[in-house]
């Protein structure tokens, strides 16, 4: 197994453990307050713990609007994944441009 390889493997498996500890509610991080817990900030909150190298603006541009946050962060983790790996290897910027108007969001 290559590198990059490993590493999307990593990333996919770091996203489908956040994805799915949100939908059981698990998720400890996110506030108890129904007035500042949203869909945005849900995803604002997954797409950090899986790429923690993605700036804020980007994730602020990717989340901000999001009517499903898992469908968002789901989108975005395929898109930026490498195409060995089934990824489409989109690069940051485009991963958030394509997955930002797949969750009804618009700029």
């Known amino acids: 197994m290559t590198r ?9 498996v770091v996203a ?3 994805i ?3 939908d059981a509610g698990e998720t400890k991080s996110l506030p108890k307050s ?3 817990s949203s869909e945005p900030t849900n ?10 190298e993605m700036t804020v603006g980007l994730a602020v541009d990717l989340c901000g609007g999001t009517k499903d946050a898992k469908a968002t ?16 290897g989109l690069n940051r910027g485009l ?7 797949a969750s009804g969001a618009t700029k």
Do not use: H, W
């Open 4 to 12: 990059s390889n490993a590493r999307f493997l990593q990333f996919i």
């Open 34 to 36: 129904p007035s500042l």
């Open 73 to 88: 962060v789901t989108c975005y983790a395929l898109a930026f994944g490498n195409k060995e790996s089934g990824g489409l």
């Open 43 to 52: 995803c604002y909150l997954m797409v950090g713990a899986i790429d923690t």
């Open 95 to 101: 991963s958030v441009s394509l997955c930002r108007s």
């Open 16 to 18: 489908s453990f956040v």
């Open 20 to 22: 799915g500890a949100a």
